[in-house]
């Protein structure tokens, strides 16, 4: 009863916590569901993994979002072989139902582990099916979809589709989603021979992510290591 009434009133951490440990696993794995979007976004993977991994085998593998989820949280993680594990367990559970969510996993897991080819119409087609709200799994199979554009020669589309990122980085206030959308789409530029806007895109996010004291935030770090490089290409280090 405690889990239901902090689930009541939106407080789904807790109220995992108290299903957990009261062995209300149906409850729980409902509001685990739930509280993945959140999590994923907020970078909580290890809480994230305590509470999948807290329900037995038989209740992730008879559910295909709870499978897609724990495998979208292993590729997080680096664990590839864990995460297509995960992902032919939701696949064989989801049988001809669509799960967007595993969609966008297996678009990730084609580029990274079989073809590139491959990534780019499963992409397009988790971009058509994950729901607005789902601000996280679209911008990841954005950064997907343009790295596998990029892997098989169209720069000029991986550049679109990196704007397109950025601009949704921006527009669900997710400021890692901004800096890594924003850094990749200078390399790109970059390899476009467009090296002024690249520069321009690196030092705009140096001086937009600093401190009280004018000071560059750690997550600013990336842009400036490839506004680095990117000087020390053009001889610009003086």
Known sequence: ??????????????????????????????????????AFKQGELATLHTWLAALSPAQIEADAELAANFGWLHWLMGQGAKAGHYATMAQQQAGDQTVPRLLSLQACLSLTQTASNEAIPQGRAALALLDESEHFFRNMVLLIL?????????????????????????????????????VNLAQALNMQAKRSEAVSLCRDLVAEFVDAQAQPLPMAGLALVTLGELVYQANELA
Request: overall charge negative; charged content about 25%.
């Open 1 to 38: 009863r405690a889990a239901r009434r902090l689930a009541d009133h939106d407080l789904r951490p807790e109220a995992i916590g108290y299903a957990l440990a009261a062995q209300e696993t149906e409850l729980a794995a409902d509001l685990i569901r739930r509280a993945a979007l959140a």
């Open 146 to 182: 343009a790295e596998a554009q990029n892997a098989q020669g169209d720069v000029a589309g991986s550049v679109a589709t990196l704007r397109q990122a950025v601009a949704s980085g921006r527009a669900s206030d997710d400021p890692f989603m901004t800096v890594g959308a924003t």
